[in-house]
């Protein structure tokens, strides 16, 4: 019996007898209103035709184009909706993405560069696409040089927003452009980071004493974060000699957020004489800290019947389904305080004669299980474990949802009576 031949490609035929005209219309014919298969066209000719720098330029300046062409349509309709779906969102992202790295290589022309910035910084300006960290460095990618950077500076300041205007205050600075920095920058002085930032632009810049000057004057009147601000005049004290300048700073950086990681740092850079000095400002200062900071203080102290008044004070966490940082410190404080401890276990139980949903009461099961603890690891008293977790079991006889899920957390709970 003969072999059969396989028929042959059609296509291949057809393809092998057409002009190079023909072939050319072909192509144009199937990139219209197809952005994704132009790009596909010039990333295959790229490769294998050898053209000269300047049309490599405008090769992959089409490619950024078409990466544009395509995102555009999901792109408007975040900017319209102020977000959309998180597949479209992904879309959108990774195309940019790919827009980003193409201009990374700088080897795109700039016609195009600039034909993509004009498409971006409307989108920037709107800032309603859910986009913004994306458009922002495909903007800074297109710019290759000081140029091309103060033509983004003027448009972010054109754009007569705060954040904008702090962008192209930063690109005025980047490029050396001190008249522009100053005149944007003195514009806008509130908060600690502006007073850190002038400082550090003066001393960058020679000029020493100006920004001692600027700094302590944001020491005086900054707001908001002043963490940069106190470390650069701190570093200045330290390296100067002045030790009370230097430990002053460093005990407001550390109150200020007081943790119990603040706390160790500034009472190590101490010495005996200075720590007692400020110690009890420290502990004045204490009471603003978060509750969990301060417990962990006065543990670190060994002042345990402090921490457990916090405790105590507090309300048990039923929001988590995890522990959280007051259980772990309730359980160092259970063989001091066994039956203060026990009262705030028994106090995330909430009210036991009320219906709830299965999830509150898986919740409530492993609390439970920690009042089981309590009394019969802790105490040693099982007889009154007995007795509390048998009138619960009566009380909630007809909640079969809530005995499920107690048999399934709380030891021994289905052989109670």
């Avoid at 066209?41 to 062409?69: D, M, N, P, R």
């Avoid at 702090?166 to 908060?191: F, P, Q, V």
């Amino acid at each position: 019996m003969a072999k059969r031949q396989k028929p042959t490609d059609a296509l291949n035929e057809l393809l092998a007898v057409a002009s190079p005209e023909q072939l050319t219309d072909l192509i144009r014919q199937l990139t219209i209103g197809r952005p994704d298969v132009r790009r596909e066209c010039f990333e295959f000719l790229k490769s294998q035709v050898q053209v000269s720098k300047a049309l490599k330029g405008k090769s992959e300046g089409e490619i950024v184009l078409t990466l544009w062409s395509e995102l555009l349509p999901d792109l408007d309709e975040l900017d319209s909706y102020g977000g959309g779906s998180y597949t479209d969102e992904e879309h959108v992202f990774g195309l940019l993405d790919q827009i980003r790295e193409q201009l990374n290589s700088k080897k795109v022309a700039a016609e195009y560069r600039q034909e993509i910035l004009s498409q971006v910084l409307p989108f920037i300006k709107s800032g309603n696409a859910g986009m913004d960290d994306m458009l922002y460095e495909v903007a800074y990618a297109a710019c290759y040089d000081n140029a091309d950077l103060r033509g983004l500076a003027k448009a972010f300041e054109a754009m007569k927003d705060e954040w904008k205007v702090g962008r192209a205050r930063d690109i005025y600075r980047r490029i050396g452009d001190r008249d522009k920095y100053l005149t944007l920058r003195h514009h806008s002085m509130t908060y600690g980071g502006d007073y850190h930032d002038l400082a550090t632009f003066y001393w960058q810049s020679g000029e020493k004493e100006k920004a001692l000057e600027v700094a302590e004057q944001g020491l005086r009147k900054g707001k908001g974060r002043m963490d940069e601000l106190r470390r650069f005049v701190a570093d200045r004290a330290e390296a100067a000699g002045d030790r009370d300048k230097y430990l002053a700073l460093e005990f407001d950086q550390a109150t200020d957020g007081l943790t119990l990681a603040s706390y160790k740092a500034f009472k190590k850079l101490c010495t005996k004489a200075e720590w007692t000095q400020f110690e009890p400002e420290m502990l004045s200062r204490m009471k603003n800290a978060p509750d969990t900071e301060q417990m962990k203080i006065r543990l670190h102290r060994r002042e345990h019947e402090e921490a457990v008044a916090i405790l105590v004070e507090g309300q048990y966490p039923t929001w988590s389904w995890h522990d959280g940082e007051e259980i772990r410190i309730a359980k160092k404080l259970e063989k001091r305080y066994p039956e203060e401890i026990l009262n705030y276990y028994r106090s995330g139980l909430g009210n036991l004669t009320v219906s709830a949903t299965r999830k509150e009461y898986a919740r409530k099961a492993r609390v439970m299980a920690k009042v089981r603890h309590m009394l019969v690891e802790v105490l040693g008293d099982e007889a009154r474990w007995i007795r509390y977790a048998e009138k619960v079991r009566k009380d909630n006889a007809k909640r079969p949802a809530l005995q499920e899920e107690f048999v399934a957390l709380v030891p021994g709970w289905s052989e109670l009576k």
